[in-house]
C-alpha cells in the first residue's frame, strides 16, 4: 500500500462545475499536509497548506480528517485554467515530504 | 526572481555514461532536494541535504551520488546510468525543513538513458 494515495483521474468537468478532490495517508503520526499543483511539463507549486480545522482560499477549500485519514481539495466554479495535476503532500518525519501520484483534473468549456 | 535554478533541461545518456545534474538556490535556503518523478508514481526523494555539510538519503538513492557543495548548491550525480533512471529530476529547498516551510522547486531536468 503506498503512503500517500490519490485517485489519479483524469477527473472531466465543465467550467462552472464543482469538483472534488480526496488523499489518503497511512501513517497516522502525519504532522503537516498540503496540496500542490503541477502543471503539464511543470515543476510543482504550493496550492495551500492544509490546517486542522480546514481552511478556504478563494474557490479553493481544502479538509483534514485526521480519524479518518484523508484529506480533501474543493474546488468550486471551476475555470479552464484550474486544469492541472493535484498533489497531495504529507509530512511525517523532518524533512521528509511525501507525495502522492496526483490527481488529474481537466475542465472542458 | 531566479529561485531554483537547475541543469541541464534536457539529456540524453547511453547506458553506462556518467553525468551530473547541477542545482543552485539563491533564496539561501537550508535545505535542499534531489527527487524523481515517473508516471503514476509522485515525486519520490532520492538525497536530501538539511544544511551545508550534511547529505541524507532519502526514499531512492541507489545508483546516485549528491554533493552539497556550498549553501547554494547542491549536485546529482549518475555514476553509471541504467534505463531505469530515465526519469525527470526535480531539484528543490526550503528554508527550513519540509514540515513547515514551503518547497520551491527547479523547472525539471528530462533525463533519458538509451
Known amino acids: 500500500r503506498k503512503e500517500v494515495e490519490q485517485d489519479p483521474g483524469p477527473f472531466n468537468v465543465p467550467e462552472g462545475a464543482t469538483v472534488a478532490f480526496n488523499c489518503t495517508y497511512s501513517?497516522?503520526?502525519?504532522?503537516?499536509f498540503f496540496w500542490y499543483r503541477q502543471d503539464c511539463r511543470k515543476e510543482p507549486k504550493l496550492l495551500m497548506s492544509?490546517?486542522?480545522s480546514g481552511n478556504e482560499d478563494g474557490r479553493f477549500t481544502a479538509q483534514l480528517n485526521r480519524a479518518s485519514q484523508y484529506i480533501s481539495l474543493l474546488i468550486r466554479d471551476s475555470k479552464l485554467s484550474d486544469s492541472a495535476t493535484y498533489l497531495c503532500v504529507v509530512n511525517w518525519a523532518g524533512n521528509m515530504l511525501t507525495f502522492g501520484g496526483g490527481t488529474r483534473l481537466m475542465v472542458k468549456p | 526572481n531566479a529561485g531554483v535554478t537547475q541543469t541541464p533541461k534536457f539529456q540524453v545518456l547511453k547506458t553506462g555514461q556518467s553525468m551530473t545534474l547541477q542545482c543552485a538556490q539563491d533564496?539561501?535556503?537550508?535545505?535542499m532536494y534531489w527527487y524523481r518523478q515517473d508516471p503514476g508514481m509522485g515525486l519520490r526523494l532520492i538525497y536530501y541535504?538539511?544544511?551545508?555539510?550534511?547529505?541524507d538519503k532519502g526514499e531512492v538513492p541507489n545508483g546516485y551520488n549528491v554533493s552539497r557543495l556550498n549553501k547554494r548548491e547542491f549536485s546529482l550525480r549518475l555514476e553509471s546510468a541504467a534505463p531505469s533512471q530515465t526519469s525527470v529530476y526535480f531539484c528543490a529547498s526550503t528554508e527550513t525543513g519540509g514540515a513547515t516551510s514551503t518547497i520551491y522547486f527547479g523547472e525539471g531536468s528530462w533525463l533519458t538513458v538509451v
Open positions: 541535504s538539511a544544511s551545508e555539510g550534511t547529505t
Open positions: 501513517n497516522s503520526a502525519s504532522q503537516s
Open positions: 533564496m539561501n535556503h537550508n535545505s
Open positions: 492544509v490546517y486542522s
